[in-house]
């Protein structure tokens, strides 16, 4: 277990369950322990009457800035995504409870597709989502090339995931990504009074409307497993090597 991952039951919010990003220093950054700790809270909560939805919020001016940096570069060394990272995806599409989550400020990789797997997401005015990818010579995850361009359409899809652009609030709310855009200091609160009315909602019948709006979890799955075997080959190309050298060089510079 890792104190970077806080899993917690507000009083306040009888039947949710919140995981929240507990590494401000590091802005977040999702290490391997913080994948498993995520992926134990929520595998447990889709099987706990008592959990009836489940909140995802990071810190004040920080949802996430994605992967661990050494972590990541440990990726690149093995050639792979690391077990952990993947078994916390597959956890995350097969959560059979409604996903809100709150967000402020930095939101990148991970960061950003996490909330495709959401049903409400609140993000405060000064949120900015990016995914840089292929700036690294690596392709989209979390099945991020299947939900964003069914969610917000091929152009705006293509500029998030594979042009590395930056989307606001705004820009992400108008693409279908955001629910709602709110003051940095209501993000926690909208996100938690979402999630409370939902856990008192008719859980079966909730159920049943979820699975029918978000449609074939399988094809979701796949394309998880399909992202990562090609992610796995590009940490091993050239190019992702000379990529991953230039952004260290900025790093030290």
């Known amino acids: 277990m890792t104190d970077h991952i806080l899993i917690e039951r507000p009083e306040s919010a009888p039947g949710v369950q919140v995981i929240r990003l507990n590494r ?7 290490t391997r322990a913080m994948y498993q ?23 004040a001016g920080c949802f996430s800035a994605g992967n661990d ?5 440990a990726f690149a060394m093995s050639g792979t995504m690391g077990r952990e990272v993947i078994d916390f995806l597959h956890a ?29 997401t609140y993000a405060s005015i000064r949120t900015e989502f990016r995914t840089p990818f292929v700036d690294l010579a690596l392709v989209p995850e979390a099945a991020s090339s299947l939900l964003a361009p069914r969610l917000m359409g091929h152009q705006r899809a293509f500029a998030l995931l594979a042009a590395g652009e930056g989307f606001s609030a705004a820009t992400a709310k108008d693409a279908g990504l955001v629910y709602a855009v709110v003051e940095p200091a209501a993000v926690e609160n909208e996100a938690l009074a979402a999630a409370r009315r939902l856990a008192a909602k008719p ?28 992610f796995a080959a590009q940490l091993k190309s050239p190019e992702a090597r000379a990529a991953f050298e230039a952004f260290m060089a900025r790093g030290k510079g």
């Open 24 to 30: 401000a220093e590091k802005k977040n950054a999702i």
């Open 37 to 59: 700790a995520m992926t134990d809270a929520l595998r447990p909560g889709d099987a706990d009457d008592g959990v009836r939805a489940t909140v995802f919020l990071g810190s």
């Open 203 to 230: 859980p079966k019948a909730l159920a049943i409307a979820r699975s029918l709006i978000r449609g074939d979890r399988a094809e979701v799955a796949a394309r998880i497993d399909e992202e990562a075997d090609h």
């Open 69 to 73: 940096l050494n972590d990541f570069m």
């Open 92 to 120: 995350l599409a097969a959560h059979g409870k409604p996903l809100v989550s709150g967000v402020d400020g930095l939101a990148i990789g991970i960061g950003t597709t996490i909330h495709l797997h959401c049903d409400l």
